[in-house]
């Protein structure tokens, strides 16, 4: 049998068949090159879905799996057994050297897949998924079983939608749910600065998004409609909101603002109505749309921070689009990367800018909005087949960072020429702020080979995590680093890296300091003279800008908002970046 979320890229490519104090040595111009790479799995289906890293550099890593795991990539044992017949979930903890430290196992008579991972305000692990049946979300001694809603119609696949928030060391502290009696899933998940967490997805049927006692049941205009879910840190409902037409509609990913406004993306059929309140904004599918009951198009969606309708667009053409990767940059401008074929329109104003593809298959979108919605440049890729991008990350410099799939040769662009190596390959690229590509590499195996999902840290570090199967040469440059699966699929986290991290990811800078940290607000920075001149940002974590001023002074007073900041001070010569959290 086949689960639902071992088909969970098959979503992403959105139906297109075609330590609370760490000093961080910043080198980013530096390219990265490899540092180590390593695997776990057994015989059946086992993938990494998503991952974070935290200030010491530890690689956290969630997904599913089936029979027995040994999650301990080195010499040592530490097996996992999933509980039932289908597929658990997991997460697995290694050091900034790919070291085991520890893996934890959710699972039960049922079945349940880990999709998406964060941290808390206070350095907690915040998980998102979906399950079926019975399953304990308690991955210690304890037990805390929840229990999905039964089927409304028992001949289709249904599942819920849990949160989960874990100590930094794996231990229980709460488990939510939220779902019906039809198909409810999770696509991405997020943690504001306060702690506030954000889910997105869809849900069939009705479903009571309010996992506390009391319900906030929405129902599906469609076979399926998009959610948007807020609740507080505590797991508590806030609110949801629900979008959709008379065919499907999906949130595959969203992004947060520096004022706290929803950037999201995803995809419809039909006409759908985007504004959540009693009022109507629709969104019409695009008029040359002949791809049939496969033809989508991609919608971009703001909301403000308690959800109500900013403004949408869509883009849309010939054939079919997809969307599954969104960034927010420092001015708040919005970038979203996913594919498409035929010829399409990437403006979603008045005006229209046309891109399109060459021959069969399809091509990998980039795309630059304003934070009101307005295009500011379109590029493609070349044409290949079965492309797909899971993830975009926008760098504090301004740079944008892209990785995905692709089946075939791929000129991703003028220079970059990518080989295919097996039935599907993965690829990371970098493009300056003008969406011209600077970078782009691609590594694989002959069988098939998935990238999930990658966290870059301003250090210059790719954390990177999927799904691999056969034999893959993880070094995406001139050297060879293979790894062998055990089974059909097995889980695998890459890291690289600058060389000049290669020995240290850390070192202490102490011509500076900030005090007190973590800080209830009213945060110190000192600056010796040597450092007058050099200009200090200020960041959240997600990379907004805060405050950004030139040190004339040893001494610098500030009032933050609760959340996790980035403090960089870089001059001509070098750069230094430290974390501060504001409880």
């Given at each position: 049998?086949?689960y ?9 490519k959105s ?6 104090l760490a ?9 990265p ?12 289906f ?7 890293s ?8 969630v ?18 057994t ?23 196992r ?8 880990v999709?998406?991972?964060d ?13 079926f049946?019975?399953?304990d ?11 999905s809603i039964p089927?409304?119609?028992?001949t289709?696949?249904s599942?819920d ?5 874990l100590t ?19 696509m ?33 205009s ?42 999201a ?10 504004d959540?309140?009693?009022?109507t ?8 749309d ?16 308690s959800?109500?309708y ?5 883009i849309?053409?010939?054939m ?5 990767a ?10 979203i990367?996913g ?7 990437m403006?979603?104003?008045?005006g229209q800018?046309i891109l399109?593809?060459n021959?069969n298959?399809?091509?990998v979108f980039l795309i630059?909005?304003n934070?009101s919605?307005?295009?500011?440049w ?13 993830n ?6 301004g ?8 089946n ?5 662009a003028?220079?970059?020429d990518?080989p295919?190596?097996g039935?599907?390959?993965?690829f ?9 590509p600077?970078?782009?590499?691609s590594?694989?195996g002959?069988g ?14 790719w954390n990177i ?17 293979n ?9 695998f ?12 990811d ?38 907004q ?6 040190i ?13 900041y980035?403090?960089?001070i ?9 974390k501060?959290?504001?409880?």
């Amino acid at each position: 049998m086949v689960y639902i979320w071992e088909n969970r890229q098959l979503m992403k490519k959105s139906l297109l068949c075609l330590s609370l104090l760490a000093s961080i040595c910043v080198f980013a111009q530096d390219d990265p090159i490899f540092h180590w790479a390593k695997s776990v799995g057994a015989v059946g289906f086992d993938s990494a879905y998503d991952l974070i890293s935290d200030a010491s550099g530890n690689v956290y890593t969630v997904g599913s799996f089936n029979a027995t795991v040994d999650f301990d990539p080195g010499s040592g044992t530490s097996n996992l057994t999933q509980a039932g017949s289908a597929p658990d979930g997991f997460i697995q903890k290694l050091d900034s050297q790919g070291n085991f430290v520890w893996a934890k196992r959710i699972g039960g008579n049922g079945g349940n897949g880990v999709f998406e991972i964060d941290f808390a305000a206070n350095g907690d692990l915040i998980l998102a998924g979906s399950f079926f049946g019975t399953v304990d979300f308690d991955p210690n001694a304890g037990t805390f079983n929840m229990t999905s809603i039964p089927l409304a119609n028992p001949t289709f696949s249904s599942t819920d939608v849990f949160v989960v928030r874990l100590t930094a060391d794996g231990n229980f502290v709460w488990a939510k749910k939220v779902g019906g009696n039809d198909y409810d899933e999770v696509m991405d998940m997020k943690v504001d600065a306060n702690g506030a967490i954000f889910v997105s997805g869809f849900f069939q049927g009705t479903c009571d998004f309010d996992p506390g006692t009391s319900n906030f049941a929405l129902t599906s205009s469609g076979p399926r409609d998009a959610y948007m879910l807020k609740l507080d840190p505590d797991g508590n409902f806030i609110w949801a909101k629900r979008f959709g037409g008379a065919s499907e509609t999906r949130i595959n990913a969203f992004d947060l603002d520096s004022q706290g406004n929803i950037l999201a993306t995803g995809n419809f059929f039909g006409a759908i109505d985007v504004d959540p309140s009693a009022a109507t904004v629709t969104l019409q599918p695009s008029p040359g749309d002949n791809f049939g009951q496969f033809s989508q198009d991609v919608l971009l969606l703001k909301l403000n921070p308690s959800g109500d309708y900013v403004w949408a667009g869509k883009i849309g053409g010939t054939m079919s689009e997809g969307c599954s990767a969104i960034g927010i940059g420092a001015d708040d401008s919005v970038f979203i990367s996913g594919i498409f074929a035929g010829n399409s329109d990437m403006d979603p104003g008045s005006g229209q800018t046309i891109l399109a593809t060459n021959g069969n298959g399809g091509a990998v979108f980039l795309i630059k909005y304003n934070s009101s919605g307005q295009l500011q440049w379109a590029k493609q890729t070349g044409t290949v087949f079965s492309p797909s991008v899971n993830n975009l990350q926008v760098t504090v410099s301004g740079k944008i960072l892209t990785g995905g799939n692709y089946n075939g040769n791929f000129a991703f662009a003028t220079g970059f020429d990518l080989p295919t190596i097996g039935n599907e390959d993965m690829f990371i690229a970098r493009f300056d702020q003008s969406g011209t590509p600077e970078w782009v590499q691609s590594f694989g195996g002959s069988g098939e080979d998935v990238l999930q999902a990658f966290e870059y840290r301003e250090s210059g570090i790719w954390n990177i995590a999927g799904s691999f199967n056969a034999t893959v040469d993880f070094d995406p440059f001139s050297s060879v680093q293979n790894l062998t699966s055990n089974g059909g699929h097995d889980i695998f986290t890459l890291k690289l890296a600058p060389e000049s991290l290669k020995t240290s990811d850390f070192s202490t800078n102490e011509s500076w300091s900030v005090y007190p940290n973590p800080s209830s607000g009213n945060v110190n920075l000192h600056f010796d003279e040597v450092l007058f001149g050099s200009k200090v940002g200020i960041y959240t974590i997600l990379g907004q800008t805060i405050a950004e001023f030139q040190i004339g002074q040893t001494e610098k007073n500030l009032n933050l908002k609760p959340g996790n900041y980035l403090i960089k001070i870089e001059n001509q010569s070098t750069s230094n970046t430290k974390k501060l959290i504001v409880l």
